[in-house]
């Protein structure tokens, strides 16, 4: 008996009214420069914006206006 | 350290959308690995540095992840030393090594060689798991094919 092929195989990619919507807000700018570079600069382009990320997240707050 | 130790896996979710040229940050790295004797025994010896442990459990508990646990369970949320881990005997939609391995691609990086999930299955495993909070990393998806030449 033939295997059966993996299930997600057959999931559609037809439009969905919801992903259509987000589409929207889709910066396609960044999409355009990322497809500019390769793999390898790709994922450390990521990781640098995540530690970043992180080291905002552990910021304090030095001073406020109010 | 998983391609130094020769694990066959296959890269999948954010930083398969991350080589694909997403521009969302992920923090976990999500794999499906091929579930043979040698390649469970190649991922446990190559994972045991990192101290792996259940993501959410609490401190103290005696998990050890050596072949035995890993040919026991199937999927596993893990902590480890150089971030959290995501191992996958089966991705939601019937996404094992094997049925995957036909829909990705080898990928340069950094010098080494990795299979990474192509992004038009990256997007039906997407959709096949369902998740409301997916319907965002979908759209840029869909966003980044219609973008590629």
């Known amino acids: 008996m033939e295997p059966r092929p993996p299930a997600f195989l057959s999931v559609s990619l037809d439009p969905s009214p919801a992903i259509e919507a987000y589409k929207r807000d889709v910066d396609r700018t960044l999409l355009r420069e990322n497809l500019r570079l390769t793999t390898t600069e790709r994922i450390r382009k990521m990781i640098a914006a995540l530690r970043f990320a992180e080291t905002v997240r552990h910021s304090r707050v030095k001073a406020s206006p109010t | ?149």
């Not at chain 2, 694990?7 to 999948?12: C, G, T």
């Not at chain 2, 190649?42 to 401190?59: D, I, T, V």
């Not at chain 2, 990256?122 to 965002?136: Q, T």
């Open chain 2, 1 to 149: 350290m998983l391609t130094h130790a020769r694990v066959e896996f296959i890269v999948i979710g954010g930083f398969a959308a991350t080589a694909h040229g997403s521009a969302h940050i992920t923090v976990d790295l999500d794999i499906v690995y091929r579930r043979t004797d040698a390649n469970v025994d190649r991922l446990a010896r190559a994972l045991e540095p990192l101290s792996p442990y259940l993501r959410g459990a609490p401190p103290g508990l005696p998990f050890h992840l050596d072949p035995d646990t890993i040919h026991r369970g199937l999927n596993f949320t893990l902590v480890t030393q150089a971030g959290d881990l995501d191992l996958m005997g089966e991705a939601t939609g019937g996404g094992t090594y094997e049925a995957l391995l036909p829909y990705s691609e080898l990928r340069d990086v950094a010098g080494l060689e990795c299979w990474f999930v192509n992004l038009q299955t990256l997007i039906r495993l997407k959709r096949a798991a369902g998740r409301p909070k997916d319907l965002e990393r979908i759209a840029e998806l869909e966003a980044l094919r219609q973008e590629e030449p």
